[in-house]
């Protein structure tokens, strides 16, 4: 799985994306304009999963962002490592007794790799 073209996303991402926008033609990952729009959405996708709470297909819900730097944080974890993988750490972070609401509370729980591409 290697991500491509200027928003880095992965073929799985990028093509569903391309399906669920309509976009026309094929998915070409390294036409920039594509790539970009298609980013651009994935990152909006991504506020608004961490904007309310939100069940996810494998079952793991999101808790909704404190407040719009940690809802920030939590787009770029998830564009970064996946929704799943960013709510599974929100409810690790919530069986330990911190608030999954603010990024600091669960970043202890992300990849090292995720912790610094959000930094």
Sequence with gaps: MNSKGVYQLLDDTGKDLHRQLGVPGEYR??????????????????????SRETV???????FPAANSSSLEKLAVAAFNAGEGRVAAAQERAARAGLNPAFYEQIEPYLPETTRRYVT
Excluded: C, M, W
């Design 56 to 62: 996810l297909p494998n079952r793991v819900k999101t």
């Design 29 to 50: 990952p390294f036409e920039p304009d594509q790539n970009v729009a298609l980013g651009i959405s994935y990152l909006r996708k991504l506020h608004d999963l961490f």
